[in-house]
């Protein structure tokens, strides 16, 4: 069942939102190379915790799975070929050329707020970079058709052409999803998909939207030796960014943006 918000609700989760958005800015001035994924995630939990959040993600057992170990940290932090949910380790340290997803979520008021970034340690490859872009724009474009009247694979559709536009492989086992007081609610939110299908979208609805963009061939991510860390099936670099959002009339409002810069999305 898709919730809608009332406006009294999407306050708490612009709250949450912000507090989100924060830790990335955070870490995107913070990463270095040389640096573990443990120590980035130690910074963002103590982060969330002084401004009064609890981590979305840590301890969260997927309702669908519920015989998985429980998620162990406040960020997923995704290397390279890896698509998500990189589990921080102390052993994992971040390289110059490397790209890095950090996801972040955060629970406070009651409400969640989810988002990612791929960030980029110093000079990467053309291709790596282009990637890095297009994912990032793939977002920017699904967010433009979170408008009400709209139908839910107009998102989907404007992430997958974009995506595909550049001969990028959308990753089809990992997708977006609506947000509220849980980190997972309906409606699912694939990066691929027909234009004018799918639901209707309403105002209120709240929305994670979440395009996971491959270089390779990839249409998958697997698990890596059992676990949480997924993976392209080629090796090949894959990125990762992410909004949550309201679903408006005119334009959909963003509650996770950023506050490094205005322009920004
Ligand atoms: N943004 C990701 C998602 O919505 C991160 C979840 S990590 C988990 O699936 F630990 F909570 F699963
Ligand atoms: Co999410």
Not at 180 to 200: I, Q
Request: glycine share 10%; proline share 5%.
């Amino acid at each position: 069942m898709i919730t809608i918000k009332s406006e009294r609700e999407i306050g708490l989760m612009r709250e949450s939102g912000a507090l989100v958005a924060k830790v990335l800015d955070m870490l995107e001035m913070e990463l270095m190379p040389g640096m573990t994924t443990k120590q980035l995630d130690s910074m963002a939990e103590a982060y969330i915790r002084d401004h009064h959040g609890v981590p979305s993600f840590l301890n969260y057992v997927p309702k669908s799975d519920p015989g998985v170990t429980p998620y162990p940290a406040t960020l997923c932090v995704s290397i390279n070929e890896e698509v998500v949910h990189g589990v921080p380790s102390t052993k994992r340290v971040v390289r110059e050329g490397d790209i890095v997803s950090v996801d972040c979520g955060v629970y406070m008021g009651g409400y969640h707020g989810d988002a990612a970034r791929t960030f980029v340690l110093g000079i990467i490859d053309d291709k790596v970079q282009e990637l890095v872009d297009v994912t990032r724009e793939c977002l920017a474009r699904g967010i433009a058709m979170a408008v009400e009247g709209n139908r839910l694979h107009d998102i989907s559709s404007a992430i997958e052409d974009y995506a595909r536009s550049f001969g990028f492989s959308v990753i089809e086992n990992m997708v977006g999803h609506g947000i509220g007081s849980e980190l997972h609610e309906d409606p699912a939110v694939p990066n691929y998909g027909r234009k004018n299908t799918g639901v209707k979208l309403r105002e209120g609805m709240t929305l994670a939207i979440e395009p996971m963009i491959a270089l390779g061939r990839s249409r998958k991510a697997i698990s890596r030796r059992g676990g949480w860390v997924a993976v392209t099936e080629d090796g090949k670099p894959s990125a990762h960014f992410e909004h949550t959002i309201v679903v408006r009339p005119n334009e959909a409002e963003i509650l996770t943006h950023t506050f490094l810069d205005a322009k920004r999305a």
